[in-house]
């Protein structure tokens, strides 16, 4: 654990391990941000407690930082949120004020002193950030931050670093927290989540497009002003929280001890679009969206696929855990029987442990395994939310049909992703994405199904009412709600340096 109180936190760089696993056909997770402030509450384990729920969204690295009085004490590392905080670790961050993360890299490669959050000093005190989101003017914000902070040092490669040293640098000319946040964060182009930890209290703050979500909501008394902040309503649950907003779009909110209500204001107006596979995927099937839990979004987006392409079979199974309530929708309209086909493992974490050959050509299965009992003689449909690259979706295919399904028909509860992400989501450049190099025909004869057939775009914007139109749809569409410029479509790696960078797009990541 580092304490500081009036300097940044030094970190020691991990190694980046040469051993990565076989990435998963899907879109890649976002980062989770968490954030409590209240007295006489254990804020550490209730950050522990939130950042819990939100694990989906980032299994590389985790981290807290705490404020007491004028120090912060910070304690983040590689691995789950279990792995990395025990109660003795959480014992030792007492405090009023806790910023958490949890971290899934998508600019910056995935080591320790990349995790989040970041602490930095200034000359108004210490603060702490933790950021879900991608910027696409990193490269050019880092340029401007070097020219004017020549003694600036960088210990990470992420955007969210540059976010802070852009917080620093206002902070230091006298602006007010406020101001010296709306200024760096007009710096800023992208996407943008943020909870920033000060010595004036707590503040969330969103993009003008929203594209990543952010909730907020109080604990305990509600007259004792006790606020937590959340990438996730889940986050809110599972302390006991209650849900009052979401952080709009455009919005910095502070939260001042003592106060009984924010202090809410428009610090850009934009039109809001939020990404949808946070609908469809990402964010997990209990929290809320639109006044209702993605549970019901995700049976509804199921129901329209079934609509859309019926097919003559015996059970409908969905690929655990996203694509059961679609699985549950289609089979509900379609009549066909939901049975459970696919057993996942809950307990694999992200691992960095390849299997050997032999274990690959023995047919070794981490995270899920068929039940050749209910397969076998059956021609079945497999309902998924998305295929990306089409190397594991055509191992599951197989693995159907060694459990003895008679035939296998795929339904993506997604449209075809054929655009590359660039704002908070791990998706390869466009070559690598299967739906913008073939054809569904060709595709269907790639994986081995005896049908293959996709959401449409229609159906899924429709499936979430009223507010279809508030979506960013990018990757099945290409319309990018931020421009940006050709460096930074090339790799998600532009603040390494040419070696590293060079050597880690090899490894794959």
Known sequence: ??????????????????????????MEEACGVFAVMAADQPVANLTYFGLYALQHRGQESAGIAVFDGPKVRLHKDMGLVSQVFDQDVLERMPGTLAIGHNRYSTTGSSKVCNAQP???????????????????????????????????????????????????????????????????????????????????????????????????????????AQWVVSS????????????????????????????SAPHRQIWMEDSPRMCVFEMIY???????????????????????????TSVEADLVIGVPDSGIPAAIGYSQVSGIPYADGLIKNRYVGRTFIQPTQAMREAGIRVKLNPLPDVLS????????????????????????????????????????????????????????????????????????????????????????????????????????????DEAVRSSKLMLEPAGLASQIAAMGL
């Open 377 to 484: 003689g059956k021609r079945v449909v497999v309902i998924d939310d998305s295929i990306v690259r089409g190397t594991t979706s055509r191992k599951l295919v197989q693995a159907l049909r060694d459990a003895g399904a008679t035939e296998v028909h795929m339904r993506i509860s997604s449209p075809p992703v054929t655009h590359p992400c660039f704002y908070g989501i791990d998706t390869d450049t466009q070559d690598q994405l299967i739906a913008a190099r073939l054809t569904l025909e060709e595709i269907t004869a790639h994986l081995g199904v005896d049908s293959l057939a996709y959401l449409t775009r229609e159906g899924m914007v429709e499936a979430a009412q009223s507010h279809s139109s508030h979506f960013c749809t990018a990757c099945f569409d290409g319309r990018y709600p931020i421009e940006m």
């Open 1 to 26: 654990m580092n304490e500081v109180s009036a300097s940044s936190v030094p970190i020691n760089a991990a190694d980046v391990s040469s051993a990565q696993p076989e990435r998963p056909d899907r």
């Open 232 to 259: 996730e309503t889940c986050g809110l649950d599972i302390i006991g929280a209650r849900f009052d907003d979401d952080v709009q779009p455009g919005e910095l909110i502070h939260f001042r001890p003592g106060d």
């Open 282 to 308: 990402f964010a997990r099937p209990d929290s809320r969206f639109f006044g209702e839990s993605l549970y019901s979004y995700r049976v509804r987006i199921g129901e329209t696929l079934a609509r859309e």
């Open 118 to 224: 970041v602490v930095l000093k200034t000359r108004q005190g210490p603060f702490a950030l933790a950021h879900n989101g991608n910027l696409v003017n990193a490269g050019e914000l880092r340029e401007a931050i070097a020219s004017a902070l020549p003694d600036a040092e960088f210990t990470s490669t992420t955007d969210s670093e540059l976010i802070a040293f852009a917080l620093q640098q206002a902070m230091d000319s006298g602006l007010s927290w406020e101001e010296g946040i709306r200024q760096a964060a007009g710096r800023c182009r992208g996407a943008f989540s943020l909870v920033i930890g000060t010595p004036v209290g707590l503040f969330a703050l969103r993009d003008g497009h929203g594209i990543r979500p952010l909730v907020f909501g109080s604990i305990g008394d509600p007259h004792l």
